[in-house]
């Protein structure tokens, strides 16, 4: 694929629309309007790391679903191929897969997504991760080399510290787990930078100050 054609989405700016044909019918991105979702896409079915990846999000569809959000799959990959896929899943290692995988060989959503990436095989997605809030604003993306998987837990953390930056109007530090302190916004002026350290918070610094939610 010529570098021309190949695009990156923003973050924080509204995620390419997309509708696509998947293991659970039509899909589009407005029907998850009113969730988080998580778009995911492998470089093939029946591949190894992907097998393991997608039995991952499967064993934490509860916990995304708790905290709502979605999950949708993508491999430049048939219906039929990921029907079989997921049979095969399911055979061979006994975990059900509860969420749909889009057919993409046109590579439409993989390309408006920049899944294909120059140098890369023009027939395979990388791995790539894209989170998109309820208002269908693309938050964050996070991509993967095809030889080592993604920690599905990372996604689900990430996920529970935007919804808290948005909630409450905050920034998390490093590893942030929910029920940890958060981080409070550095102050915009000089008055405010001055008042900073009596106004309650646990400040190490004028611009570094942390608080219990």
Not at 71 to 99: C, M, Q, R, T
Not at 122 to 138: N, S, Y
Request: proline share 7%; net charge negative.
């Amino acid at each position: 694929m010529s570098e021309e054609n190949f695009s990156m989405p923003r973050i924080n700016e509204p995620a390419p629309a997309f509708e696509a044909r998947t293991t659970d019918g039509v899909k589009t991105l407005e029907d998850y309007k009113g969730k988080w979702l998580v778009l995911f896409s492998h470089p093939a079915d029946f591949t190894p790391v992907c097998t393991t990846e997608f039995m991952a999000f499967a064993r934490h569809h509860e916990e995304f679903q708790a905290i709502n959000t979605e999950l949708l799959g993508l491999s430049i990959d048939s219906y039929f191929s990921h029907v079989a896929w997921i049979k095969n899943i399911k055979e061979k290692f006994d975990v059900d897969i509860p969420f749909p995988i889009i057919e993409d060989l046109s590579m439409k959503v993989a390309k408006a997504y920049g899944m294909v990436h120059p140098g890369a095989a023009d027939t395979q997605a990388v791995r790539a991760t894209f989170i998109i809030d309820p208002q269908g604003i693309l938050r964050a993306m996070v991509y993967y080399p095809m030889t080592n998987g993604r920690s599905i837990p990372e996604f689900l953390r990430l996920i529970k510290a935007l919804q808290t930056s948005d909630e409450h109007g905050i920034a998390t530090p490093e590893g942030w787990q929910s029920g940890d302190k958060v981080i409070v916004p550095p102050p915009a002026d000089m008055q405010a930078a001055n008042a900073r350290e009596t106004e309650g918070y646990e400040c190490t610094d004028w611009y570094f100050c942390k608080k219990a939610l």
